[in-house]
């Protein structure tokens, strides 16, 4: 058995052109620009047309992703897309995005671990490339999650924003790339952030389309502090397993799920505000596609480059949890 090490060689991140401001939603249910950003932060989100689908996004995140990896798209060998929000319930959104971007040679298949979908990705794409199953793959977190809100529940309609980002995953010299990666679930909590229509339980029918059941319901300050306790504690042992301290690290990319919660995270880890991502303000909470967009932005940006050491971290219904130490 091989021991390769398997690092992150190219982003890309995409969107929609659509914007919903706190000012709209203040039109649509009973809130205030004021009560978002404080409880929040978040100021604006991303809004798919009725037109545009998940496999979009991630297809362009995709593409862009293998040009600045510098590999041909037929090297590819799985293609995983961490999704909520599919485009339908078969086939699987990372079949779509697979024909869509040309990767011939791969398979490709959905993970269902909501915001934590992405470091679930990345997690089990890390193991096959060590072990030399496969070469390249394309992780990625695809979500129009605006269609699956509610816009009479203040409690989450304004949380959510659609978007979509993409890693791939190849073969990285030794001391580089994932050093340190973990997942953790706990189904005892299922009810605190899920849609409960739709499936073989409830099904689809008048009834369940007049209740809202194909929506998400939100248990959010319940789900709050579990999220922050989830966090904390992960990263801590992911920082240790990759034998370094929370000093060495440059960068933290949590998953963005509200501001309050990033600042908490970052306070019980002792990381300093400067050293913590966050583009919550413009995009909201995009679950799965969170992180890779964050990540990308921060490569683009800079404040990510070679050598950086980021640590990323998630959190999302289920209730499902990871950390992921990288070295870039
Ligand atoms: O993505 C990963 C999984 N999701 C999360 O981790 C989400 C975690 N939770 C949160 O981000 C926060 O709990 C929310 C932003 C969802 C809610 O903030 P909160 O500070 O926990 O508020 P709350 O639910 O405890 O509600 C406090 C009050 C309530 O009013 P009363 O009962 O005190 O009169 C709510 O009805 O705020 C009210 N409220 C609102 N008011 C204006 C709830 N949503 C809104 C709103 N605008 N949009």
């Known amino acids: 058995m091989t021991n390769q090490n398997a690092g992150i060689i190219g982003m890309g991140h995409a969107y929609p052109e659509g914007i919903l401001t706190n000012a709209d939603l203040e039109k649509i249910v009973e809130t205030s620009d004021e009560w978002i950003t404080t409880r929040t932060g978040i100021k604006q989100r991303r809004k798919a047309r009725a037109d545009e689908y998940t496999s979009q996004f991630g297809s362009l995140a995709a593409k862009q992703a ?3 990896a510098g590999i041909d798209v ?3 060998e799985l293609v995983v897309c961490a999704t909520t929000t599919p485009d339908q ?8 995005i697979q024909a869509q971007i040309g990767a011939v040679n791969a398979a490709g298949m959905d993970v269902f671990a909501a915001c934590s979908g992405f470091l679930y990705g990345l997690t089990m794409v890390e ?3 060590r072990t030399g199953q496969i070469k390249y793959a394309l992780v990625i977190g695809a979500e129009v999650l605006t269609k699956y809100v509610d816009y009479t529940d203040r409690g989450t309609c304004v949380i959510f924003g659609d978007g979509a980002g993409a890693a791939v995953l190849g073969p990285v010299a030794e001391g580089k790339g994932i050093l340190a990666t973990k997942i953790r679930s706990d189904g005892r909590y299922a009810e605190q952030l899920y849609s409960p229509g739709g499936g073989t339980k409830l099904g689809t029918t008048h009834k369940t389309i007049d209740n809202g059941d194909h929506f998400f319901k939100m248990k959010g300050n319940e789900l709050f502090k579990i ?4 966090m904390a504690d992960i990263s801590a042992e992911m920082v240790v397993k990759a034998g370094y301290t929370v000093d060495d690290i440059d960068m933290v990319v949590p998953h963005q799920a ?3 919660i990033t600042d908490a995270v970052a306070s019980r880890l002792g990381v300093p505000e400067e050293k913590v991502y966050s583009n919550i303000a413009q995009m909201g909470n995009t679950s ?3 992180i890779p967009i ?4 921060c490569i683009q940006s800079g404040k990510i480059k070679e050598g950086s050491l980021v640590l990323l971290t998630a959190f999302g219904g289920g209730v499902t949890w990871g950390g992921t130490v990288i070295r870039f």
């Open 66 to 68: 293998v040009e600045r």
């Open 74 to 76: 037929t090297d590819i």
């Open 89 to 96: 319930i078969m086939p699987s959104t990372g079949a779509l």
């Open 127 to 129: 193991s096959m490339i």
């Open 227 to 230: 999220a922050v306790r989830s």
């Open 258 to 260: 509200n501001q309050r």
């Open 288 to 290: 799965s596609a969170s």
């Open 294 to 297: 964050a990540l990308d932005e």
